[in-house]
């Protein structure tokens, strides 16, 4: 079992759970198995888990109840502040797409009772300008999905990009002309979407391509032309039934280490679901930069 000096627990009680501490209660005696001396921050408002970061130089676990909004709160102090403590999750949002990625299990108590004999594995991270993600970075059709459910109901979408629910408000006439630069080689050409993935799932859907992994040093980039926008949704809508090594066409996929999107000026990007970012936009892998609580994922 995993046993540390001093941990953290961040919470708050709007994090997707009906009741955020009863929760806490089933999970709690799991929790205090992982180390000597155990700490509970509740956050009031936005930013009160970025700033509690710069106080964690004597932590050296970091438990982060929540969804991925959360997490990317956590991610980016403990970045700005370069923290480096483990991190375990216990899945508490809406879709909770880095708990998959680390296979810790989708249920609060489940996934306690997984940190207390998991793995400590290292984790890339995306670098978009000076914001972490973990999951994604998108502009095009995602983002302007995101935008559109953000705008309708927060409460019930929050502000994640759901993949599943980007085709209800597909129209015909949102490509745009792009410019790229992946790992200092142009591309050029029209798009409806253009994806960086690090994670391993978007939206509660795993992303159908079979060599994608968070800990290899490069991204996965995907370009989704408007002439077959059918085949991504094919792709998306049946996990696992379509690999895009083996069916891409009209979507184009890359690796790269770094990539600037040059143009279009001025569309807003969606990062792990955060819509405070516009193009154009500087992102690169940071390699191994965080340690998460994980389990093996079965082959």
Known sequence: MNKFKKSIVMYHDNSGQQDIFEVLGKCSPNILKLSNETVFFQSEEQGDFY?????????????????????????????????????????????????????????????????????????????????????????????????????????????????????????????????????????????????????????????PISDISPSDGVLNVFVVEQSNIGAFKAMFGQSNSFDFNEQNEGVKTFKAKEIKFISPEGLVADTDGELYQKTPSNIKVVEKRFKFLSKPLEQ
Do not use: H, R
């Open 51 to 207: 700033k509690k970061c710069e106080e964690l130089k004597d932590f050296d676990l970091v438990i982060v109840v929540g969804g991925d909004g959360t997490i990317n709160e956590v991610i980016n102090g403990l970045y700005d502040y370069d923290m480096n403590p483990v991190i375990g999750i216990i899945p508490g949002g809406s879709f909770n797409d880095f708990s998959k990625t680390v296979n810790i299990g989708a249920n609060p108590v489940e996934a306690s009772e997984n940190l207390l004999d998991a793995e400590v594995k290292e984790y890339d991270c995306i670098l978009n300008d000076d914001k972490i993600a973990l999951n994604f970075w998108t502009v095009g059709m995602a983002s302007e999905n995101a935008q559109k459910m953000q705008e309708a109901d927060k409460s019930t979408f929050g502000v994640l990009t759901y993949i599943p629910k980007i085709f209800e408000t597909l129209t015909q006439d949102n490509s745009f002309d792009y410019e790229m630069e992946l790992d200092g080689e142009t591309i050029k050409g029209n798009a409806v979407m253009v994806f960086v993935a690090n994670g391993l799932y978007s939206g509660g859907v795993e992303i």
